[in-house]
């Protein structure tokens, strides 16, 4: 062998935008979450952006969009990847629409999911979180969502996460959650805590293998609480 | 090693699976066959979910390299080159052999046949090109003589990022059992080859393009010269330097889990085989001609 020195591979890597993993936010901004539960769900989204972002491989993939729900539904932020936006703060306004806020959610998956495919994008199965501390306005067609989050869990079109805040209409709650994603209650009003487990749970989707089973860690407040909570397993299709 | 192929090849742990403490669930192997002068390159790839998928990769390179050689060999492949459609057909016989194989196995061993669920690609380089079957994802594709690089099989991908099919998936008594086995028949001079888990395609091919026209990313296939080409004239280094091919593997066995940084960050297995034809030093030539182009 000569003495020159030995070549090493290398190369460039390809230049590919990754795989999607969105994460929709459904918040509620009803007036009953004045004060300190408002902010510290803005300092809790904060933590969340934060905990995406120290995750190499979660900040190229998951995209975040939220949704607040209120007297009226806005679309807060349009989703998109951590490092293309800074977080929000909400404001309290009105009562609790929050079905319409759930359907908008659902609409704005599907939308999304177009967007990925028509741009040749692989994607994740999108995760619709629910927060409120209340339930729906009279009004509102619960029955009907019911059907929907379940044609959509069942179908795998989403996963749907609903988590109560103190005062959270907890039968309501059961109504919609699925067998898979049981509703999580908050720690009183430890948001930080919960985005913390959300963007740990959520960057162990966003860097599955294919067929891959991902299993949440138990969030550990959940037997605090003496409702709601369980295992969170996402099993591939 | 042959005569006139050098083969770098190597299956690596990705990082998640070293955090939950899993083996590494992908297999590849490489032959070549001098009497009849063609080689056949397997990769499979366990499913995540699947308990026993490490083992189900191993059977099926196994069980591919002796199933798929014996059929060329016996259907006289290696001389002149199949109609595509009656490839897909002996392709579908031999991959449910090796299927049967599998259940086999798991009557044997009292597990369930499914938590053996793996992929396979299978590329045999031929005198006259390629031919290439394969079920599930991962990437394959060739460099021919005029410096173009080309995809030989596509992935078959569900609807989400992390799902496509296995060999032991229910597929094999449905009609349109044809949509989930690709086979080709690639008539091209081939210089270069290279097949892969899933794990490395975001380094390995181009998989997205902005179209400034259409103002949207548009999906590709393409192996990515500014990756390839590098490693072919290390290759290339390497081998006349007299290195053995196990220093070779095991040197690229290194640069898969921490070579580049896209590979260090990789949570998946990452398997990668990168062929060279070295018997034409008029081709061989051409290819490091190219790498200094660029």
């Given at each position: 062998m000569s003495n020159l020195p030995v070549p090493t591979f290398g190369g460039e890597s390809a230049k590919n935008q990754e795989p999607r993993c969105l994460v929709l936010l459904v918040l509620d901004t009803s007036y009953s979450m004045d004060l300190d539960p408002i902010k510290e769900l803005n300092k809790g989204l904060i933590d969340f952006a934060d905990g995406i972002k120290r995750d190499p491989t979660a900040r190229k993939r998951v995209e975040i969009g939220i949704i607040t729900f209120d007297s009226e539904i806005k679309c807060i932020q349009e989703p998109a990847l951590v490092d293309e936006f800074t977080m929000p703060t909400l404001v309290v306004a009105g009562t609790t629409k929050l079905v319409d806020g759930v359907r908008t959610a659902i609409n704005f998956v599907e939308a999304r999911?177009?967007?990925?495919?028509?741009?040749?994008?692989?994607?994740?199965?999108?995760?619709i979180v629910l927060m409120t501390d209340g339930g729906p306005d009279g009004d509102q067609d619960i029955s009907g969502l019911v059907q929907e989050i379940k044609i959509g869990s069942q179908g795998k079109h989403f996963v749907f996460m609903p988590v109560g805040v103190i005062g959270?209409?907890?039968?309501f709650l059961d109504k919609i959650a699925q067998p898979d994603y049981p509703p999580l209650p908050l720690d009183g009003l430890e948001f930080g805590k919960f985005f913390k487990w959300l963007s740990k749970s959520i960057s162990s989707v966003?860097?599955?293998?294919?067929?891959?089973?991902?299993t949440f860690e138990n969030p550990d407040w959940i037997n605090k609480t003496g409702w709601g909570g369980g295992s969170f397993t996402q099993n591939p299709l | 090693?042959?005569?006139?192929?050098?083969?770098a090849k190597a299956s690596v742990i990705g990082n998640s699976h070293i955090k939950e403490?899993?083996?590494?669930?992908?297999?590849?192997?490489?032959?070549?066959?001098?009497?009849?002068?063609?080689?056949?390159?397997?990769?499979?790839?366990?499913?995540?979910?699947a308990d026993f998928s490490d083992l189900g990769s191993i059977i099926v390179v196994k069980q591919a390299i002796e199933h798929f050689s014996k059929l060329i060999k016996t259907e006289n492949f290696y001389a002149i080159p199949p109609e595509e459609n009656i490839w897909k057909e002996k392709s579908i016989e031999?991959?449910?052999?090796?299927?049967?194989?599998?259940?086999?196995?798991g009557e044997n061993e009292k597990i369930n046949y499914k938590s053996l669920a793996a992929t396979a690609i299978v590329v045999a380089i031929m005198p006259y090109g390629i031919i290439a079957t394969h079920i599930g994802d991962g990437r394959a594709g060739y460099l021919n003589d005029k410096g173009e690089w080309l995809s030989c099989i596509t992935p078959y991908k569900g609807e989400l990022a992390n799902e496509t099919v296995f060999?032991?998936?229910?597929?094999?008594?449905?009609?349109?059992l044809e949509q989930f086995i690709e086979s080709r028949v690639i008539q091209d001079s081939v210089v270069a080859f290279t097949l892969l888990s899933d794990g490395c395609e975001n380094v390995c091919f181009e998989l997205n393009k902005f179209n400034s026209e259409t103002q949207l990313y548009e999906r590709?296939?393409?192996?990515?010269?500014?990756?390839?080409?590098?490693?072919?004239?290390?290759?290339?280094?390497?081998?006349?330097?007299?290195?053995?091919?196990?220093e070779i593997d095991s040197m690229w066995a290194n640069f898969l889990k921490s070579g580049l940084e896209s590979f260090t960050n990789e949570p998946d297995d990452k398997t990668l085989l990168l062929g060279i034809k070295i018997s034409n030093e008029t081709e061989t030539e051409q290819i490091t001609q190219t790498e200094n182009a660029e």
């Open positions: 999911k177009d967007w990925y495919r028509k741009n040749g994008l692989d994607y994740y199965r999108p995760h959270a209409d907890h039968q966003s860097k599955s293998a294919t067929n891959e089973k991902v | 090693m042959d005569k006139n192929w050098i083969v403490n899993l083996p590494c669930q992908d297999s590849h192997d490489y032959k070549f066959f001098s009497d009849e002068n063609f080689g056949i390159a397997v990769v499979s790839d366990g499913a995540g979910s031999v991959f449910k052999n090796i299927f049967e194989e599998i259940k086999k196995h060999i032991t998936s229910d597929f094999w008594e449905k009609e349109n590709l296939n393409n192996p990515y010269s500014g990756f390839y080409n590098h490693n072919i004239g290390v290759l290339k280094s390497l081998q006349s330097s007299g290195l053995l091919e196990t």
